[in-house]
């Protein structure tokens, strides 16, 4: 039996001012996790946390047909080589594969 539908759940904090690295690290990322089976679901900016601390500035959700196909992905010498860029744009990055409940 294979895997079921996955999703990769990414929870960002940019670094203020980086706005640009920021782009330029999501227009070089968001293609390879589509060719390596990813489908963007929803992008999200948090505009008021209401309870706790320190949580996300951003949220994004994408689809994969396994968890497989999201550390296949995520394990990809072009997807390492991005670490640069970003680190230069995000303070904070959490990368999680989740499942519908």
Known sequence: MSDPTMYLIVNSTMI?????????????????????GGEMIARY???????????PKAIAVMKFPSGQAIKEALSTDEFKALSVLRDEAFSRVDQMICSAL
Do not use: D
């Open 45 to 55: 900016g948090v505009v008021e946390q209401m309870n706790g601390e320190g949580g």
């Open 16 to 36: 203020p001012g980086k706005m640009e690295q920021m782009q330029n690290y999501a227009s070089q990322v968001t293609p390879l996790l589509l060719k390596g």
